[in-house]
């Protein structure tokens, strides 16, 4: 008896002894300091990115040109004036044709290589901008657009012909729409 109260008394000690466990600290403390330098060169980068593209929109005076509320400028080339207005939803499959150039209207891919493409909205991969660009598209309509890096291919570009922080601008032909079923 005196032994087996030994043992529980000696299991008792043992278990009020323990400790919870504790959460390690960290081997090194990081001061937010990289994160501040990227979000000020982004900043500066998306400032120049714009005033670039406003250079651009002053030189072309005749466009009558559209900011839209995801960052982006446009203007209707061909715009389509009707009661019935089908623009892409999600699933909707849309085929479209367009081009890309640089800023300074140096041709990076021309329509053709890029060829006709069948894109179901939102359900595949492709730029944001682009993407948002043809929410804003009925068929017959074509559009051009003035994307800052952020929108297009940002910083690893297309890894081909567009670099790294590439502002764009694509010139867009919605040729049909087709509603999901």
Same mark, same amino acid.
């Given at each position: +008896?005196?032994?087996?109260? $030994?043992?529980l ?12 466990p504790?959460?390690?600290? *960290? ?7 990289f994160?501040?330098q990227? &979000? ?7 400032k120049?990115?714009?005033?670039? !593209?406003? #250079?651009? !929109? $002053?030189?072309? *005076?005749?466009?009558?040109y559209?900011?839209? /509320?995801?960052?982006?400028w @446009?203007y209707?080339?061909?715009?389509? %004036?009707?009661?019935? !207005? &089908?623009?892409?939803d999600?699933a909707?499959?849309?085929?479209f044709? @367009?081009?890309?150039?640089? =800023?300074?209207?140096?041709? !990076? ?6 060829? #006709?493409?069948?894109?179901a +909205? ?6 944001? /901008? =682009? ?5 804003? +598209? ?13 929108? $297009? ?9 567009? /670099? ?6 694509c010139k867009v ?7 999901? %079923?």
């Open positions: +008896m005196k032994r087996n109260l $030994a043992i008394l000696l299991i008792l000690i043992t278990v009020l002894s323990c400790k919870t504790e959460a390690r600290k *960290p081997k090194s403390v990081s001061s937010g300091s994160i501040d990227s &979000v000020a060169r982004n900043k500066a980068l998306n120049k990115e714009i005033k670039a !593209i406003e #250079t651009v !929109i $002053a030189s072309q *005076p005749q466009n009558d559209k900011t839209s /509320g995801n960052g982006f @446009y209707y080339n061909t715009k389509i %004036e009707t009661d019935s !207005i &089908v623009k892409p999600f909707d499959i849309v085929n044709n @367009y081009d890309i150039k640089a =800023l300074d209207g140096k041709t !990076i891919y021309t329509e053709e290589e890029l060829k #006709t493409q069948n894109y +909205m939102d359900q595949q991969e492709l730029f944001t /901008g =682009l993407r948002e660009g043809l929410k804003l +598209m009925q068929a017959g309509e074509t559009v051009t657009f003035l994307f800052p890096s952020h929108k $297009a291919y940002g910083y690893y570009g297309d890894e081909n012909r567009i /670099g790294t922080n590439t502002p764009l601008i032909t919605v040729n049909t729409i087709t509603k999901k %079923e």
